[in-house]
């Protein structure tokens, strides 16, 4: 969250928040690792897991758009992940986590929904034939 823009390359943008106890403070090298490095975005990963804004900016991070999106891990989330390009894993825009592609329905605008099935099924009136097979299918 700190640093330059990893997506354009440019200085982060003016509506990037400053969260001066988030546990990325400091750190714009080790939050903006190189995708094909697992290891090295997991530990981005995890020091959003423990941060204690972690709520905060996930809150901001829900009014990003792929123009706004700063692009380094944020809130526990790859770039990828959070415009749907990651082809494994993308985020339920519902409870922000970071889900395998298959927990999301075949539906949607572009082929596939934004919120996870899970999501779906608690929004649902539960004993609804839909609200049974989706719990099934989650």
């Given at each position: 969250?700190?640093?330059?823009?990893?997506?354009?390359?440019?200085?982060?943008?003016?509506?990037?928040?400053?969260?001066?106890?988030?546990?990325?403070?400091?750190?714009?090298?080790?939050?903006?690792?190189?995708?094909?490095?697992?290891?090295?975005?997991?530990?981005?990963r995890q020091v959003c897991w423990g941060c204690p804004v972690l709520t905060d900016c996930r809150a901001w991070m829900s009014t990003?758009?792929?123009?706004?999106?700063?692009?380094?891990?944020?809130?526990?989330?790859?770039?990828?992940?959070?415009?749907?390009?990651?082809?494994?894993?993308?985020?339920?825009?519902?409870?922000?986590?970071?889900?395998?592609?298959?927990?999301?329905?075949?539906?949607?605008?572009?082929?596939?929904?934004?919120?996870?099935?899970?999501?779906?099924?608690?929004?649902?009136?539960?004993?609804?034939?839909?609200?049974?097979?989706?719990?099934?299918?989650?």
């Amino acid at each position: 969250m700190t640093g330059k823009n990893s997506v354009y390359g440019t200085p982060r943008p003016a509506n990037v928040p400053t969260f001066p106890l988030g546990a990325c403070v400091g750190k714009a090298k080790l939050m903006n690792p190189r995708p094909d490095n697992p290891a090295a975005v997991l530990h981005a990963r995890q020091v959003c897991w423990g941060c204690p804004v972690l709520t905060d900016c996930r809150a901001w991070m829900s009014t990003l758009t792929p123009r706004t999106d700063p692009g380094d891990v944020l809130a526990g989330t790859t770039h990828a992940e959070r415009t749907g390009k990651d082809p494994d894993r993308r985020v339920c825009r519902a409870c922000w986590l970071v889900r395998p592609r298959d927990k999301f329905s075949l539906a949607g605008k572009h082929g596939q929904r934004a919120v996870c099935k899970s999501c779906v099924a608690a929004s649902r009136p539960t004993g609804s034939p839909t609200s049974q097979r989706a719990e099934e299918a989650a």
